[in-house]
């Protein structure tokens, strides 16, 4: 089964642009199905889809987030990443990659906690 790793910093500073790429160990990025997702878990607090990138190419993100979110992918290295801008206080969470197939994240990342703080 797919294995997906997430990387980055763990601090990063207020307005400062957070950005994290997640790993995958299969060549299944553009593979007909398969969402490469972002989400993320503030502490106390529950899930939050940040957005995600389709095998086309196209992305899909949260409403809420959008102004300050992009994904991109670089399929050669078999990566995909997130990048989200002035970032606030808030924006401390565990952040994780997964594969979405038929709507659901199926296969996660072992997460990664970033801070937001100067």
């Known amino acids: 089964q797919v294995q997906l790793q997430e990387s980055g910093p763990g601090l990063v500073k207020p307005s400062q642009t957070l950005s994290l790429t997640c790993t995958i160990s299969?060549?299944?990025?553009?593979?007909?199905?398969?969402?490469w997702t972002w989400i993320r878990q503030p502490p106390g607090k529950g899930l939050e889809w940040i957005g995600n990138i389709a095998p086309s190419g196209n992305t899909y993100y949260n409403p809420s987030l959008e102004s300050r979110t992009a994904i991109s992918r670089d399929t050669s290295k078999n990566q995909f990443t997130l990048h989200l801008s002035s970032v606030i206080s808030e924006d401390t969470a565990a952040y994780y990659c997964a594969r979405a197939e038929y709507g659901s994240p199926r296969y996660w990342g072992q997460g990664t906690q970033v801070t937001v703080s100067s």
């Open positions: 299969d060549g299944s990025m553009t593979t007909i199905g398969h969402y």
